[in-house]
Protein backbone atom coordinates (compact mmCIF):
# COMPACT_ATOMS: atom_id res chain seq x y z
CA UNK A 1 0.00 0.00 0.00
CA UNK A 2 1.71 3.77 -1.11
CA UNK A 3 2.26 6.21 1.73
CA UNK A 4 -0.25 8.35 -0.05
CA UNK A 5 -2.96 7.86 -2.22
CA UNK A 6 -5.07 9.47 -4.38
CA UNK A 7 -8.25 9.18 -5.93
CA UNK A 8 -9.43 8.70 -8.93
CA UNK A 9 -6.45 8.32 -10.82
CA UNK A 10 -8.11 9.57 -13.91
CA UNK A 11 -11.29 12.26 -14.20
CA UNK A 12 -13.04 14.01 -17.54
CA UNK A 13 -15.75 15.93 -16.80
CA UNK A 14 -17.76 18.71 -18.20
CA UNK A 15 -16.92 22.39 -18.07
CA UNK A 16 -18.71 23.81 -15.03
CA UNK A 17 -18.68 20.63 -12.91
CA UNK A 18 -17.64 20.77 -9.34
CA UNK A 19 -14.23 18.55 -9.36
CA UNK A 20 -13.37 16.21 -6.03
CA UNK A 21 -9.94 14.95 -5.66
CA UNK A 22 -9.01 12.44 -2.35
CA UNK A 23 -5.35 11.89 -0.85
CA UNK A 24 -4.98 9.66 2.06
CA UNK A 25 -1.86 9.24 4.08
CA UNK A 26 -0.06 6.89 5.90
CA UNK A 27 3.15 8.82 7.19
CA UNK A 28 3.13 11.28 9.70
CA UNK A 29 3.53 14.94 8.84
CA UNK A 30 3.43 18.94 9.37
CA UNK A 31 1.67 19.63 6.31
CA UNK A 32 0.26 18.13 2.83
CA UNK A 33 1.02 20.40 -0.52
CA UNK A 34 -1.55 20.16 -3.43
CA UNK A 35 0.68 20.58 -6.62
CA UNK A 36 -0.63 21.31 -10.04
CA UNK A 37 1.41 19.88 -12.98
CA UNK A 38 0.52 20.86 -16.81
CA UNK A 39 1.72 19.10 -20.04
CA UNK A 40 5.30 19.90 -20.13
CA UNK A 41 6.53 19.29 -16.91
CA UNK A 42 6.06 22.54 -14.77
CA UNK A 43 4.58 22.36 -11.58
CA UNK A 44 2.83 24.89 -9.50
CA UNK A 45 2.02 24.76 -5.65
CA UNK A 46 -1.65 25.40 -5.50
CA UNK A 47 -1.54 24.56 -1.70
CA UNK A 48 0.28 24.24 1.53
CA UNK A 49 -2.27 23.12 4.43
CA UNK A 50 -1.51 21.62 7.90
CA UNK A 51 -4.64 22.53 9.28
CA UNK A 52 -8.83 23.48 8.28
CA UNK A 53 -9.70 25.13 4.66
CA UNK A 54 -8.14 27.27 1.97
CA UNK A 55 -9.34 28.66 -0.76
CA UNK A 56 -7.64 30.37 -3.82
CA UNK A 57 -10.22 31.44 -6.49
CA UNK A 58 -12.00 28.82 -7.86
CA UNK A 59 -9.97 25.86 -5.53
CA UNK A 60 -10.42 24.78 -2.20
CA UNK A 61 -8.21 22.51 -0.53
CA UNK A 62 -9.62 20.51 3.32
CA UNK A 63 -7.33 18.52 5.11
CA UNK A 64 -8.63 16.06 7.86
CA UNK A 65 -5.21 15.83 10.38
CA UNK A 66 -7.03 13.02 13.01
CA UNK A 67 -8.48 10.95 9.73
CA UNK A 68 -5.15 11.22 7.68
CA UNK A 69 -7.11 12.70 4.61
CA UNK A 70 -7.14 15.77 2.25
CA UNK A 71 -9.58 16.97 -0.91
CA UNK A 72 -9.00 19.25 -3.25
CA UNK A 73 -12.10 20.69 -4.84
CA UNK A 74 -12.89 22.73 -7.55
CA UNK A 75 -15.62 24.82 -8.36
CA UNK A 76 -17.15 26.02 -11.66
CA UNK A 77 -14.23 23.63 -13.98
CA UNK A 78 -12.63 25.03 -17.06
CA UNK A 79 -10.79 23.37 -19.32
CA UNK A 80 -7.31 25.29 -18.16
CA UNK A 81 -7.98 23.14 -15.39
CA UNK A 82 -6.91 20.62 -17.13
CA UNK A 83 -3.77 18.97 -15.52
CA UNK A 84 -2.25 16.60 -13.67
CA UNK A 85 -2.78 17.25 -9.50
CA UNK A 86 -0.48 15.81 -7.35
CA UNK A 87 -0.75 15.42 -3.58
CA UNK A 88 2.73 15.25 -1.23
CA UNK A 89 3.53 14.73 2.19
CA UNK A 90 6.60 15.57 4.23
CA UNK A 91 8.02 12.50 5.69
CA UNK A 92 9.77 14.64 8.28
CA UNK A 93 8.30 17.99 10.38
CA UNK A 94 9.87 20.82 8.65
CA UNK A 95 11.61 19.62 6.05
CA UNK A 96 11.10 18.94 2.19
CA UNK A 97 11.70 15.46 2.02
CA UNK A 98 8.35 14.67 0.62
CA UNK A 99 6.07 11.86 -0.11
CA UNK A 100 3.87 12.02 -3.40
CA UNK A 101 0.78 10.89 -4.10
CA UNK A 102 0.29 8.93 -7.91
CA UNK A 103 -1.59 12.02 -9.29
CA UNK A 104 -5.14 12.62 -10.62
CA UNK A 105 -5.07 13.43 -14.29
CA UNK A 106 -8.28 15.43 -14.62
CA UNK A 107 -9.94 16.28 -17.93
CA UNK A 108 -12.25 19.01 -18.27
CA UNK A 109 -14.05 19.08 -21.63
CA UNK A 110 -15.25 22.61 -22.74
CA UNK B 1 10.94 38.60 -9.14
CA UNK B 2 12.74 36.12 -10.67
CA UNK B 3 11.23 32.24 -10.81
CA UNK B 4 13.47 29.19 -10.00
CA UNK B 5 15.91 28.71 -13.17
CA UNK B 6 17.16 25.11 -14.18
CA UNK B 7 19.80 24.38 -16.34
CA UNK B 8 20.26 22.67 -19.08
CA UNK B 9 16.44 22.08 -19.93
CA UNK B 10 17.33 19.25 -21.75
CA UNK B 11 20.11 17.30 -22.85
CA UNK B 12 20.88 13.56 -23.98
CA UNK B 13 23.98 11.58 -22.91
CA UNK B 14 25.21 8.21 -23.40
CA UNK B 15 25.37 5.43 -20.97
CA UNK B 16 28.32 5.37 -19.06
CA UNK B 17 28.78 9.68 -19.07
CA UNK B 18 27.97 12.00 -16.12
CA UNK B 19 25.77 14.85 -15.93
CA UNK B 20 25.70 18.09 -13.71
CA UNK B 21 22.35 20.21 -13.27
CA UNK B 22 22.53 23.20 -11.96
CA UNK B 23 19.48 25.05 -9.94
CA UNK B 24 19.21 29.01 -9.05
CA UNK B 25 16.78 29.58 -6.24
CA UNK B 26 14.49 32.81 -5.94
CA UNK B 27 16.30 35.19 -4.19
CA UNK B 28 16.31 34.95 -0.73
CA UNK B 29 15.37 31.51 -0.30
CA UNK B 30 17.63 29.02 1.52
CA UNK B 31 16.06 25.62 0.60
CA UNK B 32 16.90 23.85 -2.18
CA UNK B 33 15.28 20.46 -3.15
CA UNK B 34 15.71 18.03 -5.85
CA UNK B 35 12.83 15.13 -7.48
CA UNK B 36 13.09 12.72 -10.13
CA UNK B 37 9.93 12.23 -12.26
CA UNK B 38 9.62 9.32 -14.41
CA UNK B 39 6.63 7.82 -15.90
CA UNK B 40 6.70 4.62 -14.17
CA UNK B 41 7.68 5.61 -10.67
CA UNK B 42 6.10 8.81 -10.21
CA UNK B 43 7.81 11.86 -8.43
CA UNK B 44 10.56 10.61 -6.16
CA UNK B 45 12.48 13.23 -3.64
CA UNK B 46 16.83 12.98 -4.21
CA UNK B 47 18.09 15.47 -1.64
CA UNK B 48 17.23 18.44 0.43
CA UNK B 49 19.99 21.44 1.14
CA UNK B 50 19.87 24.05 3.65
CA UNK B 51 22.31 26.68 4.28
CA UNK B 52 24.86 24.31 2.25
CA UNK B 53 24.21 21.24 4.29
CA UNK B 54 22.52 18.26 2.64
CA UNK B 55 19.98 17.56 4.85
CA UNK B 56 17.93 14.73 3.51
CA UNK B 57 18.80 12.22 1.14
CA UNK B 58 16.15 10.11 -1.22
CA UNK B 59 16.67 6.40 -1.59
CA UNK B 60 18.93 6.49 -4.83
CA UNK B 61 22.34 5.15 -5.55
CA UNK B 62 25.81 7.19 -4.61
CA UNK B 63 25.57 7.83 -8.26
CA UNK B 64 23.62 10.93 -7.69
CA UNK B 65 24.83 13.67 -5.66
CA UNK B 66 24.75 17.19 -4.62
CA UNK B 67 25.77 20.10 -3.11
CA UNK B 68 24.84 23.85 -2.40
CA UNK B 69 27.06 26.84 -2.66
CA UNK B 70 27.12 29.87 -0.49
CA UNK B 71 24.55 31.64 -2.63
CA UNK B 72 21.96 28.83 -2.31
CA UNK B 73 22.69 27.83 -6.36
CA UNK B 74 22.23 24.09 -6.00
CA UNK B 75 23.92 21.49 -8.68
CA UNK B 76 23.13 17.75 -8.87
CA UNK B 77 25.61 15.52 -10.40
CA UNK B 78 24.70 11.83 -11.67
CA UNK B 79 28.03 9.37 -12.41
CA UNK B 80 27.79 6.28 -14.60
CA UNK B 81 24.57 7.25 -16.52
CA UNK B 82 22.33 4.09 -17.47
CA UNK B 83 18.90 4.20 -18.93
CA UNK B 84 17.09 4.45 -16.27
CA UNK B 85 18.09 7.87 -15.18
CA UNK B 86 16.55 9.14 -17.62
CA UNK B 87 14.07 11.53 -16.49
CA UNK B 88 12.87 14.63 -15.75
CA UNK B 89 14.60 16.47 -12.73
CA UNK B 90 12.93 18.79 -10.46
CA UNK B 91 14.42 21.35 -8.17
CA UNK B 92 12.27 23.58 -5.95
CA UNK B 93 13.20 26.40 -3.40
CA UNK B 94 11.83 27.91 -0.51
CA UNK B 95 12.32 30.71 2.04
CA UNK B 96 13.23 27.79 4.71
CA UNK B 97 12.68 23.69 5.49
CA UNK B 98 8.93 24.25 6.22
CA UNK B 99 7.87 26.81 3.49
CA UNK B 100 6.34 26.77 0.25
CA UNK B 101 7.79 25.12 -2.31
CA UNK B 102 8.77 27.07 -6.13
CA UNK B 103 9.47 24.60 -8.85
CA UNK B 104 11.61 25.22 -11.66
CA UNK B 105 10.64 24.14 -15.26
CA UNK B 106 12.80 20.76 -14.92
CA UNK B 107 15.88 19.31 -16.72
CA UNK B 108 14.77 17.11 -19.31
CA UNK B 109 17.44 14.06 -19.33
CA UNK B 110 17.76 11.45 -21.92
CA UNK B 111 20.02 8.93 -21.63
CA UNK B 112 20.92 6.95 -25.10
Known amino acids: KNEVEQSPQNLTAQEGEFITINCSYS?????LHWLQQHPGGGIVSLFM???GKKKHGRLIATINIQEKHSSLHITASHPRDSAVYIC????????????FGQGTRLTINP | KAGVTQTPRYLIKTRGQQVTLSCSPI?????VSWYQQTPGQGLQFLFE???????NKGNFPGRFSGRQFSNSRSEMNVSTLELGDSALYLC???????????FGEGSRLTVL
Open chain 1, 88 to 99: AVPLYQGAQKLV
Open chain 2, 92 to 102: ASSRNRAGELF
Open chain 1, 49 to 51: LSS
Open chain 2, 49 to 55: YFSETQR
Open chain 1, 27 to 31: VGISA
Open chain 2, 27 to 31: SGHRS
